[in-house]
């Protein structure tokens, strides 16, 4: 089986061939291998090909140049991509395919490579789009999987006669991106300038209020052709994480929120930005993984060896106190579940590296490490800060975040404040610094996630494994902590005063614990650090979902014959597709999906 893994992030930064800005690149940088590996277990040979942009800081002299036409037409305009190949060796071999035109990609560099104006970045997608299609065309895929509204389009390039054969699937990562761009001249005429019939296809695929979408676009060309659409946490079900709040409907969500406070909500996030199509095309969970790196027995930072070549390579010392710099040079600080002597001694190097001085006593230390995007909402953190230091004297806070606008740079104004007001329990930097952030991470107690949406959750996995509890919000992937974690529950994102008391709440009771029930605690840190963040059962359902995807193609071509016939021509494969089928709702739903759906023998309701 040959997949096409289309994505706009493909990670592997330090190659000097990808980008990682956010979670996107994470994952796209440990899938491919671990999909190969899931696929060889299930007896299935696969080869993976990762399609991405070729930005501008790449060297493409040492990369090798693909002969092949891959023609794209925007605003009337033809022109032609060029196409470079690249092989990345990750114990298997994964094949990186680039496309380059200086038009439309000569501005990017290594951390710009979304442009800021929707219609700029609407039409470079729709060009990236044409070539990656093109290049589909001529490469004999089996499976076409795409990774976020930047290549969504790419079905609609490929076209029905192609997609008749070869299943494509859709990923959605986060959708409060859905690449909306204003109407400029007429519906018809703007889908029109992204090579696209626009008076076929506008209204049925890109018209949202009086704004063209091409998540919707994707959603719809991807379910109409028996692909699957999938986000990255919750079950194949949709019963909870992302994929069950982009399925909530406004109405739902609403009422959940009044239930909570008792009252009528000031305001509600909503997660699938009001695109009902969401809650008619079936959106199936599979929740990322994490490579081993993370775990802490095997993590580089914990590893003398990497951090003294970390500090060979590096002007300056990656520990500032020189006590701090010597004993994590000087042996490797593994540690598991049965270990938890090593993390009471990597939270005391934290807090000599920090506080510059010895711990006096019993401390508690609360963690964030991320980004000040919006999405984080680390101003929760702020608002509670002062109240948690006068209600527990043993709390510490330990801030590593930097800023991204100009709201989020007032932010860290307030957390530079805090830090200068209470030095001796408040540590704040905006200078990111790998080795500090592990340490940090291995070293507090406790992590403090209050995102106001999370469609999987990184650090909320890569803290649990190491022993440090999250403090979250029950949104979307950190719901997968709620065995072991704090979390806390508020809709009401209007309410400041009650969603910073349900905040203030959570931190409470895992303070209680920590101080008042030790043996507790170190259950809590013992199943976090059990945890089963690996990639193996997200890849194997994945390597399912691509078998899939080829049944369904059988299936389409059999349906005019007897529903019982193909169900049992499925043979061992009928469980597999029963898994997966979910006929869409309403105009969307399929009559004769519906009767192969009850014929599966899963408890049929007709919900359409």
Known sequence: ???????????????????????????????????????????????????????????????????????????????????????????????????????????????????????????????????????????????????????????????????????????????????????????????????LPGEKLFHKYFDFFDTINPTKAALLKVHENGGRVTTVSGDLEGSWGYAAELRESREALKGRAWIQKGSAPVDVFFPNLGLDLFEKIPVAGITNGLSAKNWPDRMPELKAKN??????????????????????????????????????????LLYLEIFRREMRGPAVLLC???????????????????????????????????????ASRRLESAFFSLAAQHPDRVFFSNAFNQPLSRLILAGSDFVLVPSRFEPCGLVDYEASLLGTLPIAHATGGLAKTRDFGYLYDWLDIGDNAGESAAFFGAMEKALKVFHGDEA?????????????????????????LYRYGLLVKRWRQRRSEAVEEFVAELGPDKELFRRFLAPGLEEYGDRLDWELKQALGRGYNDLS
């Open 307 to 348: 951090l003294s070549a970390l500090q060979a390579e590096s002007p300056s010392p990656i520990f500032s106190q020189p006590r701090v710099l010597k004993e994590m040079l000087a042996k490797d600080h593994y540690f598991d579940a049965g270990h938890l002597e090593i993390k009471r001694q990597l939270k005391r």
């Open 520 to 544: 507790g605690h170190l259950r809590r840190v013992r199943a976090a650090m059990a945890m089963d963040a690996s990639w193996e059962r997200s890849a194997a359902q994945y390597i399912e």
């Open 1 to 195: 089986m040959k997949v096409a893994l289309a994505s706009w992030e493909i990670g592997r930064a330090h190659s000097g061939f990808g980008v990682k800005i956010g979670g996107l690149g994470s994952v796209m940088e440990e899938l491919p291998a671990e999909l190969v590996k899931a696929a060889a277990l299930q007896g299935h040979p696969l080869e993976i090909e990762l399609l991405s942009p070729c930005f501008a800081h790449y060297d493409r002299s040492a990369l090798k140049k693909i002969a092949l036409p891959l023609p794209a037409v925007i605003d009337g305009q033809a022109f032609e991509f060029e196409a470079y190949e690249h092989v990345f060796d990750e114990g298997v071999k994964i094949r990186s395919i680039y496309f380059w035109d200086p038009w439309q990609l000569g501005w990017t560099d290594g951390q710009d490579v979304y442009p800021e104006d929707a219609w700029m970045g609407l039409k470079l997608y729709a060009a990236v789009s044409q070539a990656m299609a093109g290049y589909i065309r001529q490469g004999h895929f089996d499976t076409v999987h795409l990774h976020d509204y930047h290549v969504g389009l790419v079905p609609l390039y490929l076209g029905d006669e192609f997609l008749k054969d070869v299943p494509a699937h859709f990923t959605i990562h986060n959708a409060s991106y859905q690449g909306m761009a204003p109407l400029i001249g007429g519906g018809y005429a703007c889908v029109s300038r992204l090579n």
């Open 368 to 406: 964030a490490v991320g980004r000040m995007a919006a999405q984080k909402n680390l101003g929760l953190i702020v608002a509670n800060m002062e109240r948690v230091l006068i209600h527990d004297p043993r709390a510490h806070f330990v801030i590593l975040a930097c800023a991204q606008d100009e």
